[in-house]
């Protein structure tokens, strides 16, 4: 199907290998698999609404995405987009979003949360058309990909020149715990670290900054220190008593954040890294 006769919820004027299956969901022949639990997806979809985790990272890419646009009329892939939180953040910001998760219970979630365009698939099992992607969404995914750079360079590659790339990763070796190891990660980023990664890659890494702030020490002192003393990995209760729930004086000690990203100012020290790149015209 050319790109002149596909609708705006018809993902193949951009995937051009993907067929609509009766349930909704755009599919490609084949499937790969990805270094992410399955049940993962379930876990984070339980908490994503009433997490204060979740919905300062949503306010923060949408701060950095506002400052650093997609090229007018281009759609931003979601790549392993899971359950479709920030997907449907992105499109109910008057962004076209194409979600991109290869986990049945993620596109199953993204369905319940009415996203109108969603692929089942690796972007590895995708005929993307290339320079057709106005903006590439990595958000919490990077560090599970095992040859990061490999990734960005055939990333870069589908981006139209002048294409956003945008990503969010977990920071510091030195937060390294168990609770990586069970959610699939390959490695954590410093700031410089991924900027370096990204300029290497052909992209112009235009802002870099940490988030979360006040994070990083109740992390060392809860996950890696306690692990270290006491030998318990018990990461799925953890992560989820980490990550629910709202806390209204973080949320103020947060706060800042956001209106600092809003202005294009950085954060000199979080638990999190977030970026916005581009593909040089």
């Known amino acids: 199907m050319s790109s002149g006769s596909a609708s705006m919820n018809d993902p193949r004027d951009v995937i051009r290998n993907v067929a609509l299956a009766a349930d909704g969901v755009w ?20 908490l994503e609404d009433g997490s204060f985790w979740f919905a300062h990272r949503n306010r923060c890419i949408a701060a950095v995405v506002s400052r650093h646009k997609p090229p007018h009329g281009l759609p931003i892939v979601d790549v392993g987009g899971g359950n479709g939180y920030v997907a449907r953040m992105l499109h109910e910001n008057g962004h076209r979003t194409i979600l991109v998760e290869p986990g049945d219970s993620g596109v199953r979630n993204a369905r319940a949360r009415g996203l109108p365009e969603l692929v089942q698939a690796s972007t590895d099992d995708l005929d993307i058309l290339p320079g057709s992607i ?23 590659r589908m981006l139209a020149p002048g294409g956003r790339i945008y990503a969010t990763v977990p920071a510091h070796a030195w937060l390294w715990s168990s609770a990586d190891e069970h959610a699939g990660h390959q490695r954590r980023y410093t700031k410089q670290g991924l900027r370096d990664l990204f300029e290497r890659c052909g992209f112009d890494a235009s802002f870099a900054s940490y988030y979360f702030w006040p994070l990083p020490l109740p992390m060392l002192a809860k996950r890696v220190l306690t692990e270290r003393i006491s030998r318990r990995r018990d990461h799925s209760r953890r992560a989820a008593s980490e990550h629910a729930g709202r806390h209204p004086l973080l949320d103020k000690l947060l706060g800042w954040e956001e209106r600092r990203l809003r202005g294009g100012r950085t954060i000199p020290v979080g638990a999190s890294c977030i970026l916005a790149a581009t593909k040089p015209a």
Do not use: M, N, Q
């Open 27 to 46: 599919r490609p022949p084949g499937k790969s698999t990805v270094s992410y639990p399955e049940e993962g997806h379930d876990t984070c979809f339980g």
């Open 134 to 156: 106005g903006g590439i969404g990595l958000f919490d995914v990077l560090e599970h990909i095992p040859d990061d750079a490999a990734a960005l360079r055939a990333f870069h």
